[in-house]
């Protein structure tokens, strides 16, 4: 059964990859949301930041996450 799936896929790839790329140049809107995400994007990194620096394990664990929890935080924050 996956066999005659994977036939279709690899027969129809020639035709997906000869699609041409249509290069245009930015609307304001594209600009405005690309911005938007870049400024969500630093306010997340804050987020993390603020969350490994300003608060230690132990107030961590005594709000109910497991042990371990901030050093997810400070990792996804690139804070060794």
């Known amino acids: 059964m996956l ?9 129809s790839l020639p035709f997906i990859s000869a699609s041409p790329v249509i290069k245009r140049a930015l609307s304001q809107n594209d600009i405005d949301t690309l911005q938007l ?5 630093l306010l997340e990194l804050n987020l ?3 969350g ?6 132990s107030q961590y664990t ?8 901030r050093d997810n935080i400070c ?3 690139g804070v060794s």
């Open 37 to 41: 995400a870049h400024y969500l994007e």
């Open 48 to 50: 993390y930041s603020a």
């Open 75 to 77: 990792i996804i924050a």
């Open 52 to 57: 490994c620096s300003n608060f230690t394990d």
């Open 3 to 11: 066999f005659p799936l994977l036939q279709l896929l690899l027969a």
């Open 62 to 69: 005594s709000a109910g996450f497991p042990v371990g929890f």
